[in-house]
């Protein structure tokens, strides 16, 4: 096995717990987004609730303002900046219901989760999301890190 690549999350899950992490520790990053998203990744559903101090929860919200469909790999490298949102947008890897504005400003809070999960790996002490690595492939290592959905 390999590790996985620097930002890659080893699933869903691991990615929502970060950005949710990255939320509590910039209050900004939620108001920046200033909605509800619903993420339908396969047969998993998930908010990311940006409204007041933002939260993140397994399941539906009752009444999201986007809903992004994609499948959970495919999320794992939008979530880690190597799947572009544009390009995953005009090629059906990603589908959007509702406010298309707001889906496209998911970009900061990826790029913050990413950024404070390799800061607290950087740190001997922790201090933040754990860093992503362990068991698995490299899915997604290849791509253009850094591009993103611009808001």
């Given at each position: 096995s390999f590790p996985l690549a620097e930002g890659m999350?080893?699933?869903?899950?691991?990615?929502?717990?970060?950005?949710?992490?990255?939320?509590?520790?910039?209050?900004?990053?939620?108001?920046?987004?200033?909605?509800?998203?619903?993420?339908?990744?396969?047969?998993?559903?998930?908010?990311?609730?940006?409204?007041?101090?933002?939260?993140?929860?397994?399941?539906r919200a009752s009444a999201p303002d986007a809903t992004?469909?994609?499948?959970e790999p495919d999320f794992l490298k939008l979530y880690?900046?190597?799947?572009?949102?544009?390009?995953?947008?005009?090629?059906?890897?990603?589908?959007?219901?509702?406010?298309?504005?707001?889906?496209?400003?998911?970009?900061?809070?990826?790029?913050?989760?990413?950024?404070?999960?390799?800061?607290?790996?950087?740190?001997?002490?922790?201090?933040?999301?754990?860093?992503?690595?362990?068991?698995?492939?490299?899915?997604?290592?290849?791509?253009?890190?850094?591009?993103?959905?611009?808001?």
């Amino acid at each position: 096995s390999f590790p996985l690549a620097e930002g890659m999350a080893a699933s869903a899950s691991e990615a929502f717990d970060a950005i949710g992490k990255a939320m509590q520790a910039d209050a900004t990053l939620a108001s920046k987004v200033g909605g509800v998203l619903q993420f339908e990744l396969g047969s998993v559903s998930w908010t990311v609730n940006c409204t007041g101090e933002g939260s993140i929860a397994e399941g539906r919200a009752s009444a999201p303002d986007a809903t992004i469909t994609m499948s959970e790999p495919d999320f794992l490298k939008l979530y880690a900046g190597t799947l572009n949102g544009t390009t995953a947008y005009m090629s059906g890897k990603m589908k959007i219901k509702g406010n298309i504005g707001l889906a496209q400003k998911l970009a900061g809070l990826t790029a913050a989760a990413r950024k404070r999960g390799a800061a607290a790996a950087a740190t001997p002490s922790g201090g933040g999301a754990p860093a992503a690595a362990g068991a698995g492939a490299a899915a997604g290592a290849a791509g253009r890190a850094g591009d993103a959905i611009v808001g």
